[in-house]
């Protein structure tokens, strides 16, 4: 078969004795590089692209695990307003028997969801020995054999939040809600802690007046006056919200975590000794910007 119009070095070509070559059918040095800048362009923006979605599905985590515990805590902490707690009362002073019933539920509460280890008996016998008998509930005595030999500070309100949850006695079968990921023991003491996506632990404080400006929690004793306080007997009182935190994704929680409302004189006014709760002034001042709060998720 003849091939007209193949021209002679082609046809050399298909017979094997001489290559066929056409102009212009290569690349330059340049075309390669800009081909090879696109595709680093192109490549970049997916791990950028990869590690925010990442990022989200991390956050989005720990807004769920936040969300279980927010619903844990916060309602056995509303649970105090229809608990009848004993006092000691006077059969002439109303107020003052106000005074101490208020007192009275927030030693409870200390004792009952603890923040910090100082809270919580070294024994049960020790619990027996030194609380009265209305604090002696079932969480109190199943406490003692949770507290660490090893504590450290920053993890207190942490190892104390997961103890509430799996020992507090609030409700059967709460942790089956948890998936293996969101738990762990960040210190190896024994103690574990609520894990959030970026897998730190989350935090924990009863009380923190110092955190303020959220939609739960207000420093206004006016319009948000302590509900647990009907008669106003702490004058500067107003509401207090538990507050469950992450430090999100850049690990640094920014916020003042100690605790130690045990060493008070007196849980008759919680507002005294706010300052311990000294915000924004830890990690830096920027820290807590991206962390992620029970008070935050309410209305989202």
């Known amino acids: 078969m003849s091939l007209p119009f193949t021209s002679h070095a082609c046809r050399s070509r298909l017979s094997g004795r001489a290559p066929c070559l056409r102009g212009g059918s290569g690349f330059t040095l340049v075309e390669l590089m800009v081909v090879a800048t696109v595709i680093a362009i192109l490549a970049t923006l997916s791990a950028a692209g990869l590690a925010a979605t990442r990022q989200r599905v991390r956050a989005e985590k720990t807004r769920n695990t936040i969300r ?3 619903e844990i805590i916060v309602g056995h902490h509303e649970s105090y307003l229809r608990r009848r707690v004993p006092f000691t009362a006077s059969a002439t002073d109303h107020r003052a028997n106000g005074a101490a019933k208020l007192e009275a539920v927030r030693r409870l509460m200390v004792y009952e969801m603890p923040d910090c280890w100082a809270d919580v008996a070294a024994s049960a016998t020790a619990v027996t020995d030194t609380l009265p008998a209305y604090l002696q509930t079932g969480p109190v005595l199943g406490y003692p054999g949770s507290r660490p030999v090893s504590i450290a500070p920053a993890l207190e309100g942490a190892e104390c939040l997961y103890m509430i949850v799996s020992r507090g006695g609030i409700e ?11 738990i762990g023991d960040t ?4 103690a574990p802690e609520f894990l959030d996506g970026w897998g730190n632990p989350i935090g924990f404080i009863r009380w923190a007046p110092g955190f303020a400006g959220s939609v739960l929690q207000k420093p206004d ?3 948000f006056h302590d509900p647990f306080d009907p008669q106003r007997n702490d004058v500067a009182g107003y ?6 935190v992450s430090a999100g994704p850049d690990g640094l929680v920014g916020i003042n975590l ?6 008070a004189t007196n849980l008759a006014s919680l507002v005294t000794i706010s300052p311990q709760f000294t915000f924004g002034t830890v990690d830096g001042s920027t820290a807590s910007l991206d ?3 029970n008070h935050d998720l309410v209305t989202k």
């Open 258 to 263: 100690s605790t130690g409302w045990l060493s």
């Open 172 to 182: 059967p079968d709460l942790m089956e809600q948890f998936r293996s990921d969101e």
């Open 187 to 190: 210190n190896g003491n024994g």
């Open 221 to 223: 004793a006016v319009n």
């Open 291 to 293: 962390n992620i709060t």
């Open 68 to 70: 279980k515990l927010h």
């Open 239 to 244: 509401a207090l919200v538990p507050l469950i």
